[in-house]
């Protein structure tokens, strides 16, 4: 398991490990739910970047970011580590505002 990797949950679900692997002893993992755009769901670029995951657009939902038990997370179906810049810009917004 490695930070930015991409999990699909059991319910269907895609998510995106946000979690240092410098933390990989622990039992649960920081993850943002990744969701289709649009859907009534307000979005701001910063906040809520879209990437291509699976031959799908999905939109990064980082205000509803959660942990789950590692077990949750099973065999990753791609990663978004390329878009680490991007993806931690996000996190700086939802904490800085800026």
């Known amino acids: 398991m490695a930070q ?36 009534g769901l307000p979005a701001m670029t910063r906040l809520n970047p879209v990437f291509d995951v699976a031959g799908q657009r999905l939109m990064m939902m980082t205000e509803f ?8 997370l099973r065999d990753a179906i791609g990663s978004l580590a390329s878009h680490d810049l991007v993806i931690k810009g996000a996190f700086d917004y939802l904490i800085n505002g800026c």
Do not use: K, M
């Open 4 to 39: 930015f990797d991409v999990f699909r949950l059991d319910h269907g679900q895609y998510v995106l490990d946000c979690q240092s692997d410098l933390l990989n002893s622990y039992n649960s993992r920081l993850v943002v739910p990744l969701v289709p755009p649009g859907g």
């Open 65 to 72: 970011a959660t942990a789950v038990s590692v077990r949750e």
